[in-house]
């Protein structure tokens, strides 16, 4: 397949084709001109609200819970938490695409970070779906959720435009990702997978970049929050994403320090709270406070 002849193109092309060799092909031989200058190279037509998909590959609303880390001596299931992990990132691919149409004239440092971690998320994709290639099963042959796309609508409505898509998926899921994907590498270590447990320590390592750079970009495009990353944070994150979303269970701080978070902020995500969780606390104070 010849490489695009723009980022315009390669973007469209990963949207609007359904199959994965179309959606997986690297970014190749745009960007800047002869002299360094950068490329006008978006077009004027706005991304599509969702990706093509073939066969196999169409997303549905919900999911089953994952299996939990002390089930992977099951090959079955550690297929199943294979295909899961493999289809975030090929909704990652796609959302970064999505973002470079939306937003065509942001700054060229975040316009080539962005599409730096799209190849990143085509190689993780890459490496999870060889995982299960290995296992003898495909990623159309498991049920794909729709919930990162469930966000681009708030994205799209909000009114801090980039800002709130740093904070969804920088700031927020691939936040969340540093803890599940330590949780999940060890997990398939301790079931004897050492091949998927490496898979899974490379996306570790890139993910502290990508949410460094949703970070860094966070704080050059927040001026009316100086000094304040949570401030910034809490005014762009698009609803219903929040701070209580941005972890898993087991808390990885050494990962948010590695992307360059402040203790500041690292604290206000340990703590954030669900609205389930404290409609829960309510509940039961409300139970020790009542009269018996």
Sequence with gaps: MPPDASLDAFCRRILERGDLPSKLVPPRGFGQDSAGNRESQAGPAPPPERPARDPGLEMRGGAAPLPRPGELADPALRAICLARFAHHELMAVELFAWA?????????????AWLAALADEQIHCGLYLARLADLGTRLEEHPQSDYFWKQIP????????????????????????????????????????EASAQVFERVYRDEIQHVALAARWMERLSPEFPDDPVGAYENAVPYPLAASRAKGRR??????????????FIAHVRDARSSQELASAHRRQGENSSPR
């Design 100 to 112: 470079l149409l939306r937003w065509p004239d942001v700054p060229a440092g975040l316009q080539t």
């Design 154 to 193: 708030g994205i799209e409505a909000s009114p801090h435009g980039p800002r709130a898509f740093l904070a969804g998926l920088g700031l927020t899921l691939e936040q969340a990702n540093l803890d599940f994907t330590g949780v999940y590498r060890d997990a398939f270590r301790q079931a004897g997978d």
């Design 251 to 264: 808390f990885n701080v050494a990962g948010r320090r590695a992307a360059g978070l402040g203790e500041t």
